[in-house]
């Protein structure tokens, strides 16, 4: 009998890029669930909800329901309940749907950064000066900052945009140290939590498939996932040469993710 399988894909420049369906996706998604195995979407994009994502998945032509999709603010969500005590309070630096998803898990916000215990540094497109000074002043009160996800840049059709990556760059520059944590992929937090909450399998029978180094490979290695680079997104020939993160198969698209 064929074992069941566990397929973890990323979206951004894997299932899609920008509106726009990498062509042989959906076709290739059906089929996996056709016979039988089990899938899952996980992104580190903030910018947009876990609800977005079914929305614009199944508009695509990929039909998933919401216990499908697993983005970093459900992740950091997830987190902050496991460490917050009663009084604490949370400054959100990002977007809507950050603030939303939070509030949704009844993650408490703080109105001010002053009486923060925790800063959630996500992508924001609208940061300002002012914003990179409320997460220093909370940091020099004794707060931790938390960023959804270490993504330098985002891939969109006419190349790349910068993402939270350049959020934690700043506060880095301010403070001198480290944010305290990053929820996102390739955080061990967000393997684990799909590994045993969403998939309920062994990491061994567990496909993660993307297309950034950094994150996508460099997690599914570290967790025991078998790694898949699809070509689609960031990574290009020469990366893959330079890098420390091999992974383990290398597919031009998912398309071909039934040869596995």
């Not at 760059?169 to 944010?179: F, K, Q, S």
């Not at 996508?216 to 290009?236: C, F, H, P, R, Y």
Request: with cysteine.
């Amino acid at each position: 009998m064929k074992s069941l399988k566990g397929f973890i894909f990323d979206l951004d420049g894997t299932i899609y890029v920008d509106n726009e369906i990498i062509p042989g996706v959906p076709d290739a998604i059906k089929s996996l669930k056709e016979r039988g195995d089990k899938v899952v979407f996980l992104t580190n994009k903030s910018i947009a909800s876990r609800k977005d994502y079914v929305e614009k998945l199944n508009n695509l032509d990929i039909h998933v329901e919401l216990n499908e999709i697993i983005n970093s603010n459900y992740i950091t969500a997830h987190y902050l309940k496991s460490v917050m005590k009663p009084d604490d309070a949370v400054y959100v630096i990002g977007e809507a749907p950050l603030f939303e998803e939070l509030s949704d898990e009844n993650i408490k916000l703080a109105d001010i950064s002053a009486n923060a215990s925790h800063v959630v540094l996500g992508w924001d497109r609208n940061f300002t000066y002012d914003k990179l000074n409320d997460a220093f002043q909370a940091w020099r009160n004794g707060a931790k900052i938390i960023a959804t996800n270490p993504d330098r840049t985002c891939p969109v059709r006419e190349g790349e945009i910068p993402d939270c990556g350049a959020m934690i760059g700043a506060i880095e520059g301010a403070t001198g140290e480290p944010v305290n944590l990053i929820t996102g992929k390739p955080s061990s937090m967000m393997a684990e939590y799909v590994l045993e909450k969403v998939l309920g399998m062994q990491a061994s029978d567990c496909y993660m498939v993307g297309d950034r180094l950094e994150t996508d490979i460099k997690m599914a290695n570290e967790a025991g996932i078998q790694s898949v680079l699809v070509m689609t997104g960031i990574t290009n020939p020469e990366m893959l040469k330079q890098t420390t993160y091999q992974p383990k198969y290398v597919l031009e698209s998912v398309k071909d993710i039934g040869n596995l």
